[in-house]
């Protein structure tokens, strides 16, 4: 099943693996380099903010949560603290189309 275009999996392969009994099961390949984002402001985290509000907040959508995870040192939304600075991509980088198709 592909990940959802708006998912930070989206633009990733998927690929067919041998599991340990045998079984062939589609994983999602893995990023191992962070994308390269067209910087647009920087934010200074405060205390009591949540990565998915402050998503809400700068992209209109809190699902967009790991866009600020990509473009920074931040590797899990728990190790977000007060005081961090956040680069904030362009929200252009962050929209996508999607169809209403499930499969």
Do not use: C
């Amino acid at each position: 099943m592909p990940a959802s275009p708006s998912s930070r999996f989206g633009d990733l392969p998927i690929l067919s693996v041998t599991a340990p009994d045998g079984s062939q099961r589609n994983v999602v390949a893995l990023r191992l380099k962070t994308q390269a984002l067209v910087h647009l402001t920087t934010y200074r985290v405060r205390e009591g903010d949540a990565i998915d509000l402050l998503a809400a907040r700068m992209y209109g959508d809190e699902g967009l949560w790991w866009r600020l995870l990509d473009g920074n040192a931040i590797r899990y939304p728990l190790d977000l603290t007060a005081g961090d600075l956040l680069d904030v991509a362009g929200s252009a980088q962050v929209t996508a189309t999607t169809r209403a198709r499930t499969f």
